[in-house]
C-alpha cells in the first residue's frame, strides 16, 4: 500500500449499492446478535450502543473551533440500509431459529423483525472435525478437494451477489475458534500455498479456505477469531496481489478489552506488577469449543500476548519483569451467552509496598461483539475504496491480537489504537492529525 495509491477525501469512492456482509458462522450467537441489531436499527426499534461508526465522533482541528462531528457524517461509509447479509453454517437453522436457540435477544426483539431473519438462512459450511473437535456438523459441503471447496464457496459468493444486486462485499469469520496451529512452511508463500491445497494438505483448516475464497474474489477478509487464517506470509501476499484489505484477529470484546484498559493506566503511573490472574465462565458454543484443550490453547495465545506489549517489561524492568500472567476458560452451561469475567491484580507501589485491583466483569459477550463486528464491515469497505490493501493496523482497536508488518510490534494500549484509528481518518479525509500537544495555546497571546 503506497500512499500515491490511496485516495483522499473527494476522490474516495462513494458508498453506493448493496454492500453485502458474508459470514462462516452466521447461525452462532454474535453473528445473529449483529444480524438482528441491525434490522431493529434500521426499524428504529433498537438503538446501535457501542458502534463507534454510528456513535462516535471525532475532534478536528484546534479545540476552540468547537468541530466534532460524528463519524458516519464525516467519512464515506455505507448506510445501514444498504447492507444484505449471508453466509455459511454447519446447521441449517436459519436466522430467527438460530437468534432462539443462541438466548442472547429477547423474543420482544426477536419477533417484530421474525420475517426478516426467517428469510436469512445459511449455505453449507466448509467444516472440518479434526481443526473444531467439540462440534459436529451436519449441514457441510461433502466430497470436495480443498480447492473443490474454495471454488464451491466463490460460486457461493457470485450466486449471492447476482441474486441481491450487490456492489460491494466483506468476509467476516465470525466461525469457532480452531485448534492452535504453528506457522508452518506451506504458509510461508503463495506458492507453497497453493501447493499444498492443490495435494489437498491435511493442514489447511476450513478459516484459510473461505480467506482463499474471498480474497480471489476481491473481497476484503476479517478473522474475528484467534485462529492461524490470513497472518501468514501467503495470505499477506495473496492480498496485496488481489489490492484486497485484510485485518484480524480475534475481536476483543470482554476480559482482554478490560486489561487494554487497565494495563495502560498502570504503566502510565509507573505502578508495578507482580501478578495478573483472569479466569472466565461461559456457557455459549463459544465456550464448548474452547473445553478443547487445543482450541483453547489457540485462544491463550491471543489473550497472554497483550500484557507483555503493553507492559513493555524490556524497557520496565523494574517494575515488569517478572510478573505473573495466568489466563483459564471454563466451559459453565448454565451462564449461556453471559460471560463472567474474573480478575485478580498484584500491584505494587512506593517502595514495593503491595496492593490489589480486583475485577468481575459481567457481560454479555454477542452484545459487545456485534457492534465491533459493524464497525469493522463498514470500515474495511471503506478501506477497500481507499485503496489500502493487506494489513489494515489501523483497526487494531478491535482485535485482542492485532496484525502488523513483520518487524514491527503490535499496539494493544486501547488509548494508543483509538488515536491511531481516528488519525487515519483525518489523514484520509485531508484534516490535520491531533497530537495533543497543546503548549501552544499558551505559547502566544493570541489563541491561535
Known amino acids: ?36 441489531g441491525t434490522e431493529l436499527v434500521r426499524r428504529n426499534l433498537g438503538e446501535p450502543i457501542g458502534s463507534l461508526t454510528q456513535l462516535g465522533t471525532i475532534r478536528l482541528g484546534k ?22 447479509f449471508a453466509g455459511w453454517d454447519i446447521y441449517e437453522a436459519n436466522a430467527y431459529e438460530a437468534s432462539l436457540y443462541a438466548r442472547v435477544l429477547n423474543r420482544e426483539h426477536l419477533d417484530p423483525i421474525k420475517d426478516f431473519l426467517s428469510g436469512i438462512k445459511p449455505m453449507k459450511a466448509v467444516f472440518d472435525r479434526r481443526f473444531v473437535r467439540n462440534l459436529d456438523g451436519s449441514y457441510i459441503k461433502e466430497g470436495k478437494s480443498l480447492r473443490g471447496q ?24 465470525c466461525g469457532s475458534t480452531e ?27 476450513p478459516s484459510m479456505i473461505y480467506a482463499v475464497a474471498a480474497l480471489e474474489s476481491g473481497i476484503p477478509f476479517i478473522n474475528g477469531a484467534p485462529n492461524l487464517t490470513v497472518d501468514v506470509p501467503a495470505m499477506i501476499e495473496l492480498a496485496k496481489e488481489k489490492g484486497v484489505p485484510i485485518a484480524g484477529k480475534d ?11 487497565l494495563a495502560p493506566g498502570l504503566k502510565a503511573r509507573a505502578l508495578g506488577l507482580e501478578g495478573w490472574f483472569s479466569t472466565n465462565i461461559l456457557g455459549n458454543r463459544d465456550g464448548l469449543v ?21 507492559l513493555q517489561p524490556q524497557l520496565y524492568p523494574t517494575l515488569y519483569k517478572n510478573y505473573y500472567h495466568k489466563v483459564t476458560i471454563n466451559y459453565y452451561p448454565p451462564r449461556g451467552d453471559n460471560k463472567e469475567g474474573w480478575d485478580c491484580i498484584d500491584i505494587y507501589g512506593w517502595l514495593g509496598y503491595p496492593m490489589q485491583i480486583k475485577v468481575d466483569f459481567l457481560c454479555r459477550d454477542s452484545i459487545l461483539a456485534a457492534p465491533l463486528i459493524l464497525d469493522l464491515v463498514l470500515f474495511m469497505d471503506l478501506a477497500q475504496r481507499v485503496g489500502m490493501s493487506g494489513i489494515q493496523e489501523w483497526l487494531s482497536f478491535y482485535f485482542k491480537s492485532p496484525m502488523h508488518k513483520e518487524g514491527l510490534y503490535p499496539e494493544h494500549d486501547l488509548f494508543i489504537q483509538s488515536m491511531k484509528l ?21 505559547m502566544n497571546d493570541s489563541p491561535e
Open 1 to 36: 500500500m503506497k500512499e500515491e495509491n490511496l485516495k483522499r477525501k473527494h476522490e474516495i469512492q462513494r458508498p453506493e449499492g448493496k454492500l453485502g456482509v458474508l459470514i462462516p458462522g452466521i447461525g452462532g450467537a454474535v453473528s445473529t446478535t449483529l444480524i438482528a
Open 63 to 84: 479545540r476552540f473551533e468547537h468541530r466534532s462531528p460524528k463519524i458516519k457524517e464525516f467519512v464515506p461509509l455505507s448506510n445501514l440500509e444498504d447492507i444484505v
Open 150 to 173: 474454495v471454488d464451491a464457496v466463490k460460486e457461493d459468493i457470485d450466486v449471492f451477489r447476482s441474486r441481491n444486486g450487490i456492489e460491494r462485499c466483506v468476509m467476516v469469520w
Open 179 to 205: 485448534i492452535y496451529l504453528e506457522a508452518l512452511e506451506i504458509y510461508q508463500s503463495i506458492e507453497t500455498f497453493y501447493e499444498a491445497l492443490d495435494q489437498d494438505d491435511s493442514r489447511i483448516p
Open 251 to 261: 475481536f476483543k470484546t470482554g476480559q482482554t478489552l478490560m486489561k487494554t484498559i
Open 290 to 310: 474452547l473445553d478443547d484443550k487445543d482450541s483453547f490453547k489457540t485462544k491463550e495465545e491471543s489473550k497472554l500476548s497483550v500484557l507483555e506489549y503493553i
Open 422 to 442: 481516528k488519525n487515519t481518518l483525518r489523514y484520509l479525509m485531508g484534516e490535520d492529525q491531533i497530537t495533543h500537544f497543546g503548549l501552544d495555546y499558551y
